[in-house]
């Protein structure tokens, strides 16, 4: 099983400017590489356009059981995400997840109001998906210039505190091994 990430920021646009995105955007691809992904891309206040080409890109390299992180910190509305130039609606994503082959993993990280409209799409999708997201409908920018948002620094956390997969896998093979 092989990893691709993608990662979105998009600090201004459409919906008005935030501090977070950016460096949330940033540390969630050096953690996901740290953890086995290859980055596909990091995308700073780009358009919707931009992204939905990487995304396609990204997915046309997957194969089964292979996994595809995507996160995104910016400002979302009810069924979409907001980009520097417009917003893209949540189903048009989904048009290109479903391109995927059965038995691959996607895991959509959305630091951004509205995330839970993901739970109420209605889509047919081979892939196993899951989304992680804030619980509250309007999620919190950072406090200060450059800093991560309150939900990216928890995520950041937790990835830190847990051993990374391979490392914990090889350790329980050298247990046996014993």
Do not use: K, Y
Not at 64 to 85: K, N, P, V
């Amino acid at each position: 099983m092989s990893g691709i990430s993608l990662h979105a920021g998009v600090s201004r646009g459409a919906a008005g400017w935030l501090r977070s995105p950016a460096v949330d955007a940033r540390d969630l691809a050096a953690a996901a590489a740290a953890r086995g992904f290859g980055v596909q891309r990091v995308l700073i206040d780009c358009r919707a356009g931009e992204f939905l080409a990487e995304l396609r890109a990204a997915v046309s390299r997957m194969r089964r059981d292979d996994a595809l992180l995507i996160t995104f910190s910016g400002h979302g509305r009810e069924q979409s995400w907001c980009f520097f130039d417009r917003d893209l609606p949540l189903v048009d994503l989904c048009e290109v997840l479903a391109s995927l082959p059965r038995r691959t993993h996607v895991c959509i990280v959305a630091d951004a109001c509205h995330s839970e409209a993901w739970r109420e799409l209605d889509v047919e999708l081979r892939a196993e998906l899951t989304v992680i997201a804030p619980r509250d409908i309007h999620a919190r920018d950072g406090r200060g210039r450059n800093t991560r948002s309150p939900f990216t620094a928890a995520l950041l956390r937790a990835m830190l505190a847990a051993p990374p997969a391979a490392h914990a896998s090889a350790g329980r093979a050298a247990r046996r091994r014993r």
